[in-house]
């Protein structure tokens, strides 16, 4: 399976990032491996690579069927379940990255960078994957609240344009994009992800 995630899918995190508000052509795209996946509330651990390990938080799409080339308006039959997942990002190699024009791979893809929550029939959250708010606790404290109402590409469009490049396959995950408020993380914070109400994520930073 692959972990397909867009980056700058919400304008006032794009612009807390200092990317281009204007809005792009298409999402950016980006993969992590499969082995970037943490499950069950595992902690993460900061690795020694970063001096700025940061949380995104965002709506992630499960794949059902297999599919390329599929169009926006059949996109909505490639998935029944979301979930909640954090793209865990080595903030002070992305900058690096970005001034350098290198790609993300490292900086995004590795190892347990991406917690993941179960998944939920999207039937149980009202059927509409453009109509869910999200947000991420730390400690007890807000720091992100997401409404996927606000992407600049929707799920259809990414599951679209994506699929002109890759197949989709039974399993592969979408990571749709964070909203405003990412930040670092240090050791002993606890995390804790939600998802219309329902805790999806709980872990701690060691
Ligand atoms: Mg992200």
Redesign the pocket.
């Known amino acids: 399976m692959k972990i397909i995630?867009v980056?700058w899918n919400y304008g006032k995190h794009a612009r807390e990032l200092g990317a281009d508000t204007e809005k792009p052509q298409h999402p950016a795209i980006f993969l992590k491996p499969e082995t970037a996946l943490l499950k069950d509330g595992k902690p993460v651990y900061i690795p020694d690579f970063t001096n700025q390990l940061e949380y995104?938080t965002?709506l992630v799409v499960k794949i059902n069927r297999l599919g390329r080339g599929i169009s926006e308006k059949f996109a909505s039959r490639y998935y029944a379940e979301v979930g909640l997942g954090i793209?865990f990002?080595a903030r002070d190699m992305q900058n690096e990255a970005r001034r350098t024009g290198a790609p993300w791979d490292l900086c995004k893809g590795f190892d347990c960078s991406a917690p993941i929550s179960n998944f939920i029939p999207l039937e149980e959250l009202g059927g509409d994957v453009q109509n869910l708010n999200f947000s991420l606790d730390i400690d007890g404290n807000t720091v992100q609240k997401g409404y996927s109402g606000d992407m600049i590409f929707s799920v259809d469009k990414i599951i679209a344009y994506v699929s002109e490049f890759y197949t989709l396959k039974i399993g592969d995950l979408i990571?749709t994009?964070?909203p405003v408020g990412v930040g670092p993380v240090k050791i002993g914070n606890h995390l804790e992800g939600w998802l219309e109400g329902r805790k999806m994520l709980d872990f701690h930073i060691k």
Do not use: I, W
């Open positions: 995630c980056g995104e965002e793209d990002t990571f994009g964070t």
